[in-house]
């Protein structure tokens, strides 16, 4: 089966960094996605890991570790208008075709 | 980025009514594209895969009849919610996997459908 795990909220002060944690069970693991929803909207695509290591793209870096089925989200200099919830999406490959999988998401408050 | 669209954005209904909701990539040829379902406060659950030319692949527990999906081409998907229950009140979103960026498969998700069942 598939399972995909995330805290359910976090808090966070505006200007510091804060990690988001994703840990995943899945048999046809085929890369990981992060995306950030507001309220309301639809989810925009932040970052995707498919091998070990690090991905960095400016305020937003995204680590993965295959071995351990985890990665994170890491988000520096935060600002206000990241308050939003962070889903950590696996692709899995079970069943000849590939569709993504999403954790619950983790709804972070970034505070003044 | 690619650019999905979804049509309408907000649709309210009666009881026993269908509804059809449009989805669009704008700019890149999707073969396959997602239905989503997000209650509140819950994250997206993914509802069927819908393949251009063929019939979707429903998810377990999505019953293929209520919810009739077509990928009559490239660029058009539609989700017609049939006989529609208060039950049935969700954000209903899709996406489309751009297979344009090498080895990505990015899916792109529409700004989403927020239905209303009364």
């Known amino acids: 089966g598939q399972n995909i795990d995330q805290p359910t909220e976090m808090t966070a002060t505006e200007g510091a960094i804060v990690q988001i944690n994703c840990t995943y069970q899945t048999s046809g693991f085929n890369g990981l996605f992060w995306y950030q929803q507001h309220a309301g909207e639809a989810p925009t695509f932040l970052s995707y890991n498919v091998l070990d290591g690090l991905e960095e793209k400016g305020r937003f870096s995204s680590f993965l570790s295959r071995s351990k089925g985890y990665s994170y989200l890491l988000l520096k200099e935060l600002q206000m208008k990241d308050s939003a919830s962070y889903l950590c999406a696996v692709r899995d490959e079970t069943g000849g075709y590939n569709k993504l999988i999403f954790g619950a998401g983790t709804r972070l408050a970034v505070h003044p | 980025g690619a650019v999905v669209s979804q049509h309408p954005s907000r649709v309210i209904c009666k009881s026993g009514t269908s509804v059809k909701i449009e989805c669009r990539s704008l700019?890149?040829?999707?073969?396959?594209m997602f239905w989503y379902r997000q209650f509140p406060k819950q994250s997206l659950m993914l509802m069927a895969t819908?393949?251009?030319?063929?019939?979707?692949?429903?998810e377990q527990g999505v019953e293929k009849d209520k919810f009739l999906i077509n990928h009559a081409s490239l660029t058009l998907s539609t989700l017609t919610v049939t006989s529609a229950h208060p039950e049935d009140s969700s954000f209903y979103i899709c996406s489309a996997r751009d297979p344009g960026l090498a080895g990505l498969n990015t899916q792109y998700f529409g700004p989403g459908t927020r239905l209303t069942v009364l």
């Open positions: 819908s393949n251009e030319g063929s019939k979707a692949t429903y």
């Open positions: 700019d890149f040829q999707a073969t396959t």
